[in-house]
């Protein structure tokens, strides 16, 4: 950061205004986190910040934002939106929103991959894409970030709205329109109408979206697509051939949004191929683990909508070899509202695997439909290990996807140190 105090208590309008002229190394809301000259920012939760003001001092805090303390404000969440809203003010940086049912991490690291050839950029760690991850994502960035790579999350009308009013974003990309959140939102309509209010410049959208409005980008532009279980080559007009470490078409969709973005900011096309070809990806958005007697396993655990479910079904199925057993692992997409168990019955229309493991409450629907599938509870997760561990023999692929807190990384763990 590049604040002093002083800077500090005139953004967040504190109740009484300072002199310090001391400058402030980072914000930090944790105070395990702080650091010598780093002020503690005291959110509100299951437990206040303000418990924890002491333990900051300790660790090296040189001020304090809280109601009866230090740098004085009632509004501390709203001193954090101020802040990080002047931060990007103060330095000029550029702001690419990146929004969507799904792959927004994913496209998130393509981008950041295919920028950062050319300019300094910063983008969104982990999942910080709310109305406290974001800002402080924002408040991360060294001071001469020419570009923030912003991830902006919504579970509710309202959310998307208040990330734009901080990051103001110049360029947006919307990855897809699926259904999660749906249960709060209603319809695909009223998802659109939300994730489409990151549309403040230049926007790249979903060739085949009619719900939103921006610049179309899509696989007719595609062509020689050559998948391996964990890498795609692929061709596109005017521009040559390109690969990604990324297996489905979806993920090829998610580089041609990195790819034009990429051109529309100046980036040459060599250092767009050769960015897109060495990415790094955020873990858990679709890793592959190789285990000895060719078994592989796929972690997809991450977040889980019925369009995602389906293309990652196609793709896994779609790149077996031959003489390799297929092993689906399918927990609970949640947030689907009224219509989740239709949503979970439909999946029957793409799944063609050698053996199914279901888990959860929502996927007995499901299984009804598929009667070779194993359905197991949700407090029957013990009893889903031992049997995936039996059905898990040489030469097997497995997949592994569900909705976050089915918490299907533990079934991931448990496979992968056996």
């Known amino acids: 950061m590049n604040f002093t105090i002083k800077e500090i208590a005139k953004i967040i309008e504190a109740s009484e205004p300072s002199a310090d002229e001391r400058l402030v190394h980072h914000l930090e809301f944790d105070s395990r986190k702080i650091k010598a000259n780093d002020i503690f920012l005291t959110l509100p939760g299951v437990r206040d910040g303000v418990e924890f003001i002491d333990v900051a001092r300790v660790n090296g805090a040189i001020e304090v934002i809280a109601p009866n303390v230090g740098l004085k404000t009632d509004d501390r969440l709203g001193a954090l939106h101020k802040l990080a809203k002047a931060y990007i003010e103060k330095n000029d940086m550029k702001v690419v929103a990146i929004t969507g049912s799904n792959g927004k991490t994913t496209t998130k690291d ?4 295919v920028l950062s050839k050319k300019y300094k950029t910063y983008k969104t760690q982990g999942n910080y894409n709310n109305e406290i991850g974001m800002p402080y994502t924002v408040l991360s960035a060294d001071y001469d970030t020419q570009i923030l790579i912003l991830e902006m999350g919504m579970d509710h009308e309202g959310d ?7 990051a103001k974003p110049d360029y947006s990309i919307i ?6 959140h749906i249960e709060n939102l209603g319809s695909r309509e009223n998802i659109a109408k939300e994730k489409g209010k990151v549309k403040t410049g230049f926007t790249l959208i979903p060739e085949d979206e009619p719900l939103l409005d921006g610049t179309p980008v899509g696989l007719s532009k595609v062509t020689n697509v050559e998948q391996k279980e964990d890498s795609t080559k692929f061709t596109v007009k005017d521009l040559g051939e390109f690969e ?3 297996s489905g078409l979806y993920n090829v ?3 041609l949004k990195a790819i034009y973005l990429g051109l529309e900011l100046n980036v040459d096309i060599k250092d767009i191929k050769d960015a897109l070809k060495t990415v790094e990806v955020t873990k858990n958005r679709g890793d592959w683990h190789r285990l000895p007697n060719n078994i592989s396993i796929f972690s997809d655990v991450y977040n889980a909508n019925p369009t995602a479910m389906k293309l990652a079904i196609e793709n896994f199925q779609n790149t077996t070899p031959k003489n390799v057993k297929n092993i689906l692992v399918l927990g609970d997409m949640l947030e689907l509202g009224e ?12 799944i063609n695997a050698d053996e199914i493991f279901l888990y959860g409450d929502e996927m007995a629907a499901l299984a009804a439909e598929l009667p070779k599938a194993n359905w197991f509870a949700k407090n029957a997760k013990e009893e889903l290990i031992s049997e995936l561990k039996r059905a898990i023999t040489p030469d097997t692929r497995v ?11 533990e079934v991931v763990d448990e496979i992968l140190n056996t």
Do not use: Q, W
Request: no cysteine; proline share 2%; net charge negative.
């Open 253 to 255: 969709e998610n580089a």
């Open 110 to 113: 393509l981008v950041e991959s």
């Open 339 to 350: 219509n989740s168990t239709n949503y979970h019955k439909d999946l029957k229309t793409v």
């Open 160 to 166: 998307i709205d208040v990330l734009v009013n901080i």
């Open 244 to 246: 990604i470490p990324l």
């Open 175 to 180: 990855t897809i329109i699926g259904e999660s």
């Open 399 to 409: 997949m592994l996807k569900a909705s976050n807190s089915m918490k299907l990384s």
